[in-house]
């Protein structure tokens, strides 16, 4: 039985509509395209990609609920 949390991994990034098209736009770019993509970048990483504090923390805030968080996240 696959695990909650491995099913959240492949949904697409798009499930967070909060998420700014140029922001989604960004993420594809680089091929980020799944939550589980998604959570194995850093505050860091969003920030390069222009994601404001609030955006990152909220993103992080929703992984979370989902069982995910960004990499190196407390």
Sequence with gaps: MERIEEKYKKQSIER??????????KLRND????????S????????KYGFENFEI???NK???FLGLSLKNSL
């Design 16 to 25: 967070f509509e909060f998420i700014s098209e140029e922001n989604l736009n």
């Design 31 to 38: 091929n980020v395209k799944t939550l589980g993509q998604l």
């Design 40 to 47: 194995n970048k850093t505050s860091t990483d969003l920030k």
């Design 57 to 59: 923390k909220e993103i």
């Design 62 to 64: 929703e992984l979370q």
